[in-house]
């Protein structure tokens, strides 16, 4: 294939990505969706007939790009606003996670012809929310603040569980003298060695881009890029969540004052807008539309039942003890989209030599499906019914007030 073929495919794509994605915005539809259709539609049973069958070739694309997306998220939020909502966080993305995996799980079991191990496994795949698509839901509602903050947090925060847990569970599936303390070592290491070189790269990234001078102003995308690739390298070779250590390392670099801090959102922005059409068009080509039809029943009842019942469960149970009244409670519980993650997660279980991977890849991508279209398009409509969407205040023009009298009117910017 030549260069320039190569070039015509891929800003074909790009700009299908873009088309869509605007039209997606305009019927109210998650973006999500769209790219997925796409990848369908130019996939082995669509229009253009691209056959796509590398599990592992689309787990890597699924793995880098959600690493994008997670830096992106943190960069595009700071320490201070996450301070208020760190508890409540840190249950939904650990205690919460576990509680929809298990309850999942043995829903898969009884649903479908699978072993209990590999239930759990369905149910730890779609145990995370998805950051792209939380990200992209958000930025366009009025949630309030606080819960608008505890969903990004959770979103970034919840993946490392559910990626342990998957790669846990493959891993006890796969060998026979994997067992138990085996699994919970794995999630400990994961996650301990995430969090302690998150730590470390994100200290080192604050001193650089504080100190950053102005000559080598042009080079901070760079930097920032070069931060990222590091540190999800490294965490990932020393056997740690390379994922929960990059979403830090995005956290410190958008918490430390800089320049340059407009210049990198914008720039890793569209660099996670790149990732998420190549994602989700990739996972799309991955699909095989007339295999999903064996799983459908099952799978819809999975869906409606963790939008309905587990994921509420989870949600009041981690935040039994937070500051949320029962109405804010019940929208984190409706706003637990799932995305491209447990498609990503999806990949893991194909690719390995595990049986009925296939049945579980195909089994998530229907739960994604119908979580993004009905989550993710009713998500603002449930706010507002609940009343928990923030309101600007209106005040008086000044020509209207009463010059001998000083009125103070706040906005919410």
């Not at 102003?217 to 760079?222: I, M, Q, T």
């Not at 914008?266 to 994602?279: D, P, S």
């Not at 990503?344 to 009925?356: D, E, M, R």
Request: no cysteine.
């Amino acid at each position: 294939m030549s260069e320039g073929l190569i070039l015509l495919i891929v800003g074909g794509v790009l700009a299908a990505g873009i088309l869509i994605a605007l039209g997606a915005m305009r019927v109210g539809i998650p973006s999500l969706v769209a790219f997925l259709v796409l990848g369908m539609i130019l996939g082995k049973d669509g229009l253009v007939g691209i056959e796509l069958n590398d599990a592992h070739l689309a787990q890597t694309v699924g793995a880098i790009g959600l690493a994008i997306i997670l830096f992106e998220g943190g960069l595009s939020t700071s320490w201070r606003r996450l301070r208020e909502v760190v508890v409540p966080v840190a249950m939904l993305s650990t205690i919460g996670v576990l509680i929809t995996a298990v309850l999942t799980g043995f829903i898969a079991y009884a649903l479908l012809d699978l072993s209990l191990l590999s239930a759990f496994l369905l149910g730890a795949v779609v145990s995370s929310t998805d950051a792209a698509a939380v990200f992209a839901t958000l930025r366009y509602t009025k949630i309030k603040r606080r819960l608008a903050r505890t969903l990004e947090a959770e979103s970034g925060g919840n993946d490392p569980t559910a990626i342990a847990l998957t790669i846990g569970l493959i891993s006890w599936i796969e060998s026979t003298a994997f067992g138990p303390i085996d699994f919970v070592q794995l999630l400990v290491q994961q996650i301990g060695l995430g969090l302690l070189f998150g730590l470390l790269m994100g200290a080192a990234a604050m001193y650089i881009f504080a100190r950053l001078p102005k000559s080598l102003g042009s080079f901070a995308p760079v930097t920032s890029l070069a931060a990222f690739a590091l540190t999800f390298g490294i965490t990932n070779l020393i056997g740690g969540s390379g994922f929960l250590a990059v979403y830090m390392v995005g956290l410190a670099i958008g918490s430390t004052p800089s320049r340059y801090r407009h210049q990198l959102v914008t720039f890793h922005e569209g660099l996670a807008f790149i990732a998420q059409v190549t994602r989700f068009v990739v996972l799309g080509l991955l699909v095989v539309p007339h295999a999903l039809l064996a799983v459908a029943g099952p799978s819809i009842i999975i869906a409606v039942l963790l939008i309905v019942i587990i994921r509420p469960v989870a949600v009041w149970s981690s935040t039994y003890f937070s500051h949320f009244n029962r109405n804010e409670r019940a929208l984190l519980g409706w706003a637990g989209l799932r995305g491209a993650l447990p498609i990503v997660l999806g990949t893991f279980a194909l690719s390995a030599n595990i049986p009925n991977g296939d049945l579980i890849f195909n089994a998530v991508f229907f739960v994604v499906l119908i979580s993004a279209l009905i989550q993710g398009t009713t998500l603002e409509w449930v706010a507002r019914k609940l009343g928990v969407i923030d309101k600007p205040a209106h005040g008086k023009h000044p020509k209207d007030t009463d010059p001998n009298t000083l009125e103070v009117v706040e906005f919410i910017v």
